[in-house]
């Protein structure tokens, strides 16, 4: 099966051209890292990293933030892509075992071996593609993915249950395929953070939580999504994400970036918060 982009022309550029120029956009934006990816490095010391999922012109430099630093880190084998389910459809808990996914910028596998062994250890995820059809924030990370290397695999899983412990299974049965198969992955969170608030309320918001991000403390995070009200999507995929990179040998969080779509697009009195960070 390929998984045709369901977002193209709309989140992003639909044509190959003008989508490299708008992510070329992104990297040199005053809210970007500010350069473009060189050379692939070779340290692979990134085991899981967070940006959003918000349409390029918005929320495309916060998350360039965070694939430069995975381009100066190196590419892994296999990215495993963390994402909220916004549309309702499918089962609670969804990957993809088998195709590829499509985006202007070509095809990119999806690691069948990795995604399989998913599902046979964790009873609670299910191959299920209708989860991923209309799904945009899986998709939108793959050009970015696409732009610094076209030699890795991927393993989407849509998370409608996102309560912490199911999270947290689903971040330690990551890591555990990963060392089972032997593959070097990184994780995704895709994720925003505040919606449809001030500026003000927004950023001051956002600021708790990425506190207990830079802790790698899920917990804590959590408690303070609950706290101040905190429209976050993906904290589901975030605390996997925490999971996972701790079960692989993270020990430090970095928050790179963050901004708002009022920082972006102009409009301050109703905004959405973007974060990017790493773990390694």
């Known amino acids: 099966m390929i998984r045709k982009p369901a977002v193209a022309g709309m989140f992003y550029e639909s044509d190959e051209g003008s989508l490299k120029k708008r992510i070329e956009w992104c990297y040199q934006h005053k809210l970007g890292p500010g350069k473009q990816p060189g050379k692939l490095g070779n340290q692979r010391s990134i085991k899981g990293l967070i940006a959003p999922h918000a349409g390029y012109v918005y929320s495309g430099p916060v998350a360039a933030c965070s694939y430069l630093e995975l381009a100066e880190d190196g590419m892994p084998e296999t990215v495993v892509i963390l994402c ?11 990957t993809m075992t088998q195709g590829s996914w499509l985006t202007p910028l070509g095809e990119v596998e999806i690691d ?11 009873p609670l995820l299910d191959d299920d593609p209708s989860a991923h059809i209309q799904e945009h924030s899986c998709e939108v990370q ?10 890795f695999q991927m393993v989407p899983v849509c998370m409608m249950m996102q ?3 199911t999270s947290r299974e689903l971040g ?12 070097d992955a990184v994780v995704i969170a895709s994720t925003d953070f505040t919606h449809y608030q001030p500026q003000e309320v927004a950023q001051a918001h956002d600021e708790k939580v990425l506190q207990a991000i830079a802790k790698m403390d899920e917990v804590e995070m959590i408690q303070r999504i609950q706290e101040y009200q905190v429209t976050m999507c993906g904290y589901g995929p975030v605390t996997a994400t925490i999971e996972a990179s701790r079960n692989m040998g993270a020990q430090t969080a970095s928050i790179l970036q963050y901004a708002t779509s009022g920082d972006t697009g102009g409009d301050k009195d109703s905004v959405v918060g973007y974060a990017s960070a790493v773990f390694r």
């Open 84 to 94: 909220p389910n916004h549309t309702g459809m499918g089962s609670g808990l969804a």
């Open 112 to 122: 069948q071996e990795f995604a399989t062994e998913l599902v046979n250890y964790y």
């Open 142 to 151: 793959l050009p970015f993915l696409q732009e610094i290397s076209t030699d």
């Open 163 to 165: 309560d912490v412990e």
């Open 172 to 183: 330690e049965t990551i890591a555990h395929t990963a060392a089972k198969l032997g593959r």
